[in-house]
């Protein structure tokens, strides 16, 4: 049982590229979320999706587009990378939203140069 | 709207005493709270939740938490640390509805020295 797994690890990109952030969940959970953690703010809430089909914006979503294709899948695209989007980045899901907790990937380490 | 405030960002102590984390939240609507373990290079677990009940929770490597819904705190503890709890502890709420989300606090870095 795999869990949470993201893809890539690691990624540096140049200013005004894009790339895409893949999530992948095997727990068949409804819910699925984006964070960014940066040095003593702890996680922001970029993109969240309440089901296959749906996105939702969170705390920080400009600069960022998800899609929710399928069930398992919740993809995080930046269309033209800035340095201020350097971060480490988190997917999450959980089976509902309020009492479940969140299952974590292991993060993605983005430098954008 | 909901917060998370955490009171301590660093917390250095030495093996084998006790420590407490400390997290006060704000919310106009019922929450439920969990604390999280981040150990380095790693995703966040989950190390207990306090749902409803008893407000006293037991999680997982011996923590604790206590939820004051008067003080609106939810203060982890555990009564002997050891090297390997060195990590990052985040507080979270979450709204009781259905289309809630998590709020997290900044963390607390605890550091156990030998």
Known sequence: ?113 | AQSVTQLDSQVPVFEEAPVELRCNYSSSVSVYLFWYVQYPNQGLQLLLKYLSGSTLVKGINGFEAEFNKSQTSFHLRKPSVHISDTAEYFCAVSPGTNAGKSTFGDGTTLTVKP
């Open chain 1, 1 to 113: 049982n795999a869990g949470v797994t993201q893809t890539p690890k690691f990624r540096v990109l140049k200013t005004g590229q894009s790339m895409t952030l893949l999530c992948a969940q095997d727990m068949n959970h409804e819910y699925m979320y984006w964070y960014r953690q940066d040095p003593g703010m702890g996680l922001r809430l970029i993109h969240y999706s309440v089901g296959e089909g749906t996105t939702a914006k969170g705390e920080v979503p400009d600069g960022y587009n998800v899609s929710r294709l399928k069930k398992q899948n919740f993809l995080l695209g930046l269309e033209s990378a800035a340095p201020s989007q350097t971060s480490v980045y988190f997917c999450a899901s959980s089976p509902f939203s309020g009492k479940s907790p969140l299952h974590f990937g292991n993060g993605t380490r983005l430098t954008v140069t």
